[in-house]
C-alpha cells in the first residue's frame, strides 16, 4: 500500500512548492505594476502584507493536504510590534516562508543576485527588502527601515544549517540593534524532518508528515559590545537549538 501512496504524496509535495512557486511570480508581476504607482511607504507596506498572505495561504493548503504542517501561532504576538529584530535558526528553504507568512511588517536581506532577478526581484523591491551586495549599504538600510517601523528577519548562520546545533554566526545582526537601538528576538524553528535542508534534493520524498513548530526565545537588548552580543547569542542558540536524529541523506 505504501508504495502504492508514493508516487501520489511524491506528487502531491511538488504540487504545493509548485503552488508556492506560481504565486511568487504572480505577485512579482503585480509588483512590477504597483512600484511605480505607490509612495514608498505604501509600496512598503502593501508589499510586505501582500508576501505574508501569500504565505499564510500557502501553508493553509499545505496544512489542508496533510503532508507539510507549520506551527508558528507563537509569533501572532509580535506580529505588529515595530522596530523589531526576530532572528532564528536555518533547518530548511522553507524559514522564511514560515516567519514571514506571521510576522506582516517583516523584511528580510537578500542575496543581490536574487534581488535582480526579473521574477523575484519586483516583489522586493516593492516591500523594501534589502540587498547585501554591501556590507555597510546592507547595515545602513536595515537601520532605517527599522526605525521606520518594519521588523527585521534574519538567520545570524547566513545559510541553512549544515553543522548542528547551529552554524557559526555571521557578524551584522548586533550592530544593526546598535544602531537602531532595537531588541533581538529569538525564535527557534523545530523539526524533525529533513525536507529542504542543506543538502536535500527538491525531488525527494522524505517522511511524512513534515511538521515545523515555532517557538519563541529569549529577547535581547542591544549592547555597545556588539561581538560580545554575538557570541552570547550564538552560545544561547547552540544550547536551545533542538537537534532532530535525523534519516540519512
Known amino acids: 500500500m505504501r508504495l502504492l501512496l508514493y508516487p501520489f504524496t511524491w506528487l502531491m509535495l511538488q504540487a504545493m512548492l509548485l503552488v508556492l512557486g506560481l504565486f ?67 533547518p530548511s528553504m522553507l524559514d522564511a516562508v514560515m516567519l514571514v507568512a506571521r510576522l506582516p511588517r517583516s523584511f528580510c536581506v537578500m542575496k543581490a543576485g536574487l534581488a535582480r532577478n526579473p521574477l523575484l526581484g519586483p516583489a522586493a523591491r516593492l516591500a523594501r527588502y534589502i540587498r547585501n551586495d554591501s556590507a555597510v549599504g546592507m547595515v545602513r538600510r536595515a537601520v532605517s527601515e527599522l526605525k521606520a517601523g518594519g521588523q527585521l528577519v534574519m538567520f545570524p548562520e547566513g545559510t541553512r544549517t549544515t553543522v548542528p546545533p547551529i552554524n557559526a554566526f555571521r557578524p551584522g545582526v548586533t550592530l544593526i540593534a546598535k ?32 511538521v515545523f513548530k515555532v517557538r519563541l526565545g529569549e529577547r535581547f537588548a542591544p549592547e555597545p559590545d556588539t561581538q560580545a552580543l554575538l557570541t552570547r547569542i550564538e552560545a544561547y542558540f547552540a544550547q536551545q537549538v533542538r537537534v532532530a536524529s535525523r534519516p540519512g541523506r
Not at 505577485?27 to 504565505?55: C, D, K, M, Q, T
Open 179 to 210: 544602531l537602531a537601538q532595537a531588541p533581538i528576538q529569538a525564535v527557534f524553528i523545530d523539526t524533525e524532518s529533513p525536507y529542504l535542508g542543506k543538502g536535500w534534493p527538491l525531488w525527494r520524498l522524505p517522511p511524512l508528515p513534515i
Open 24 to 90: 511568487s511570480i504572480a505577485w512579482n508581476l503585480a509588483a512590477v505594476v504597483a512600484y511605480p504607482l505607490l509612495s514608498r511607504e505604501r509600496g512598503r507596506h502593501f508589499g510586505r502584507a501582500g508576501i505574508a498572505r501569500g504565505y499564510r495561504w500557502f501553508w493553509r493548503i499545505a496544512g489542508w493536504s496533510g503532508l507539510l504542517r507549520m506551527d508558528a501561532r507563537a509569533l501572532d504576538a509580535m506580529s505588529h510590534e515595530p522596530g523589531l529584530i526576530v532572528i532564528a535558526n536555518h
